[in-house]
């Protein structure tokens, strides 16, 4: 069978290229040609990647409003590309604003189309459930509580896991020692606190500054903050002057596997730091506007996807009034190796674990679609 496949951000790359990986199992003489970046040219080949995901993402209104005419031209090029191609389905992976469009696309071309980790529709953006029900054959979750949540807007969505857990074994097989790693990152020996301050300008003008005042109190730890390809160094050095915290690149798994703790701003980062055992609080602060438009719109009780599946606050989230350096500092330490919630969150960490369930997600996805496919050409 022939797949066509578009992911348009990193993570997208990266679980897109498991999927193929899993869809070659299940279907050795499959055909793929896809959007999405380098891991998934590894998995599929180059020749067949049409567009890499840093032609196509765009972060924030902004951005996307002083883009539309070349968004809306590869939006173009997309369809003509399938039409071109002809697949026997569409997998569209997250990356909601592109692929919605795309599915309803295909659906009136008479294409198959699966949608491969749903829009997050259960936080904001509801409205987009129509479009779901209305242009996709078969949506396929990742997260245990998005099953009844669908199935109460009438879904049948199909969960066989989450691939981040095929994504951490993987890496697992790539580290070096943390020796090796402080080393060649130039850092001392001091255990690490990470600092993931988000992926997106705005996300770090906000709360990365607050996180280098948090770090003067623990002088005896390094913090280190995850940086990013996509934004220039100097969108971190403005903040970093004059402090002990240091930067690493494209790390962001290497560095949270060898910390101690983390301080996470949002997003899947919560989970994966969560999966990987390292403690953690969420810090989120936005501009005062855009917060109570979100509370407005966002129907979710926490921010974080730890707290999420788990339906409880396990993991501390400060969010804008609550995020103050007096009740940051009692939090982190309380999580540290000697903290009174230590155990506890190891503990919901398992639990968290157990929930979400084993490796070897990607292939089942990919099975159950080949399944279902094939089913239908009968």
Sequence with gaps: MKYYIIAGEPSGDLHGSNLIKGLKKSDPEGEFRFWGGDLMADAGGEENLVCHYKESSFMGFWEVFKNLNKIFGQINDCKKDILDYGPDVVILIDYAGFNLRIAEFAKKNGIKTFYYIAPKVWAWKESRIKKIKKYVDKLFIIFPFESEYFQKQGIDAVYCGNPLMDSIEQRKKMLSTPEEFKESNGLDKRPIIALLAGSRKHEIDYNF????????????????????????????????????????????????????????????????????????????????????????????KYISLVNLILNREAVRELIQKDMNLETAEKELRTILPEGEKYKKLKSDYKELGTVIGGCGASDRFAAKMVEILKTKNK
Aim: glycine residues 4%; neutral net charge.
């Design 209 to 300: 500054h607050f996180m280098i005042q948090l770090s003067k109190k623990f002088p005896e730890y390094q913090f280190v903050v995850a940086g990013v390809s996509w934004l220039d160094r100097s969108v971190y050095d403005k903040y970093m002057s004059g402090s002990d915290v240091q930067y690493v690149c494209d790390k962001t798994y290497e560095l949270l596997n060898y910390s101690t703790a983390a301080i996470v701003t949002s997003g899947t980062a919560t989970l994966e730091a969560a999966l990987l055992g390292i403690p953690e609080i969420v810090c989120f602060w936005s501009s005062w506007p855009s917060y109570y438009i979100a509370k407005k719109f966002i129907k979710v």
